[in-house]
């Protein structure tokens, strides 16, 4: 796992009151990274996380003042799943935002993952690697320290933009994963993390861990909001 280098940005730590305060400054910082995007290359590729944490700054943004046609849309992991499965992350986000807001249908590009992980990964890498470096990757982290489907102990070939994951320890047990290295090409990265289940994780972090969430960064500036629970 790659340790941040002496000249990479610090990691900023935002510690909010609650889980409401954290998806508001996260759906404000999201516009004001789709502003600064359209403003300067007149479009905004933006890489959804999954997980339950984002869902209220993706409500959030379904009245905002920006131009959908100018986003593009990626995720950065998905779940081994019919394409109609609820747990999915794709639909996820179509139920709290893309559903109800115009991005072009096709600027929202899926993981297909109910074609499973290996196929899904290779169909998805050009994808990846037409779109980097990304506007602003979307994180979440679970307690044991992951991140997209990137889980502690698991290794993948170091020359994957996108790795097809099994026997991941949060069901489902396929998915299909982003690399740490294609999460880190972005110009800005964005980790939201609620709830004091993730305060182990984040003390590990903080202390110097090799978690797999600690090796997303780069030269891309982290942000990472979390709420007082998380940080106790
Ligand atoms: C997934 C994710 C995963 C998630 C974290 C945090 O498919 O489950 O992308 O990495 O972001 O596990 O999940 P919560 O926000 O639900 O705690």
């Known amino acids: 796992m790659k340790n941040r280098q002496i000249e990479d940005p610090p990691t900023r730590w935002h510690v909010l009151d609650n889980p409401d305060a954290v998806a508001a400054q996260a759906a404000r910082r999201i516009l004001q990274a789709a502003s600064r995007a359209i403003t300067e290359r007149g479009l905004f590729s933006i890489v959804l996380a999954g997980g339950r944490t984002p869902q209220a700054a993706y409500r959030l943004l379904v009245d905002a003042g920006t131009d959908w046609s100018c986003w593009e849309v990626y995720f950065g992991d998905e779940r081994c799943l019919p394409a109609d499965d609820a747990e999915r992350n794709s639909l996820m986000a179509a139920r709290a935002l893309l559903d109800s807001v115009a ?95 993730k305060q182990t994780a984040i003390q590990g972090w903080r202390g110097g861990e090799q978690l797999p969430i600690a090796a997303i960064g780069g030269s891309a500036q982290v942000d990472v909001l979390l709420d007082k629970a998380a940080q106790a």
Not at 134 to 157: N, R
Not at 176 to 185: I, T, Y
């Open 103 to 197: 991005v072009p249908a096709a600027n929202i590009h899926p993981i297909p993952a109910e074609w499973g992980a290996e196929a899904a990964a290779r169909d998805y890498e050009p994808v990846v690697r037409a779109a980097l470096p990304f506007d602003l990757v979307l994180l979440g982290m679970g307690e044991d320290g992951h991140t997209a489907s990137l889980f502690p102990g698991q290794q993948h070939p170091a020359d994957q933009l996108v790795h097809a994951v099994h026997n991941a320890p949060k069901p489902p047990q396929d998915r299909v994963s982003l690399s740490a290295g294609a999460l880190s090409d972005a110009r800005e990265v964005l980790i939201l993390v609620t709830g004091a289940g």
